[in-house]
C-alpha cells in the first residue's frame, strides 16, 4: 500500500481512537477527588502539550536533515511539522486556560515560569512563518528557517523541564520518579487519548504534506503548458 493510499486507513482510525478518547476521558475515568469534573480537561491538555513537543522537535530534526543532506522535501516536511506544532501549542494554551480558569479560578499566571516559557517557545515558532515568507521561494530560504528551527530546539527541554519540575498550582505533580500519581483507570484513560492525539497530528501532517506535494506538481505542470 503507497504512503499516499494508506492516508485514509489511518485517518479512520484516528477518528475511532479520538472517539474512544472522548468515551474513556469523560465517562470510564473517575472523578478526581480534588478538582473534580475540571479534572478531564486532564485528559486532553497534557497529550496535546506533548504532542505541541513533538512536532515541534521533528520539525527541528527534518531541518537537521535539510542542512545535512539537503533536499527541498525535507524544508516542507520541516515546515509542515512547525505547523502543526503552532496548531497544538495554540490548542495547549485554550485548553490549560480553561482548565485553569475553572478549577484555580486565574486564566493565566504570568508569575508561572512554565507557562512563560511555553509561550515564549510558542511565539518562537509563529515567528518563523513570518521569516519565512519574507524571503523568496528557493533554496536560500529553505536553509535559513532550517537555522532558525534549529535555535528554538533549546526551548523544548527548557519548557517541558520547567513544568516537570514546577510544584505550584498551576501545574501540579502528576508523573514523578515513583510513576504516574493516579489510579489505574485515570493512567489508561491517559495513554489511550495521548495515542489518539498524537495519531490526529500524524495524520494532519500527512494530509498537510500530500497537499503541499500536489499543488507543486500543478504549478509545475502550469508552467509547462504556458
Excluded at 537537521?64 to 543532506?69: C, E, K, T
Excluded at 520541516?78 to 482548565?99: C, D, E, M
Aim: contains cysteine; proline residues 3%.
Amino acid at each position: 500500500m503507497s504512503s499516499r493510499n494508506s492516508l485514509p486507513l489511518f485517518a479512520g482510525t484516528t477518528a475511532v481512537l479520538l472517539g474512544l478518547a472522548v468515551v474513556v476521558a469523560l465517562l470510564v475515568a473517575p472523578e478526581d477527588a480534588n478538582q473534580g469534573v475540571s479534572q478531564r480537561i486532564f485528559y486532553f491538555h497534557v497529550p496535546i502539550a506533548l504532542t505541541a513537543y513533538l512536532c515541534f522537535g521533528l520539525g527541528a530534526w527534518k531541518a537537521l536533515r535539510l542542512l545535512w543532506v539537503g533536499g527541498e522535501r525535507r524544508d516542507v516536511e520541516s515546515y509542515t511539522w512547525i505547523h502543526q506544532g503552532t496548531i497544538f501549542g495554540t490548542l495547549t494554551l485554550i485548553t490549560g486556560s480553561i482548565w485553569a480558569k475553572a478549577s484555580w479560578g486565574v486564566w493565566w499566571s504570568w508569575g508561572s515560569n512554565q507557562l512563560v516559557l511555553f509561550l515564549v517557545l510558542f511565539l518562537f515558532y509563529c515567528a518563523y512563518f513570518m521569516l519565512r515568507f519574507s524571503i523568496d521561494e528557493g533554496a536560500r530560504r529553505g536553509r535559513i528557517c532550517a537555522v532558525y528551527a534549529l535555535f528554538g530546539v533549546a526551548l523544548i527541554p527548557a519548557s517541558f523541564f520547567a513544568i516537570r519540575l514546577a510544584s505550584d498550582f498551576i501545574h501540579p505533580t502528576v508523573f514523578s520518579r515513583e510513576g504516574p500519581q493516579m489510579t489505574g483507570t485515570m493512567f489508561g484513560s491517559f495513554l489511550v487519548c495521548w495515542a489518539a492525539i498524537t495519531l490526529l497530528a500524524y495524520v494532519m501532517y500527512r494530509t498537510e504534506v500530500v497537499g503541499k506535494r500536489i499543488d507543486a506538481s500543478l504549478r509545475e505542470l502550469r508552467e509547462v503548458l504556458s
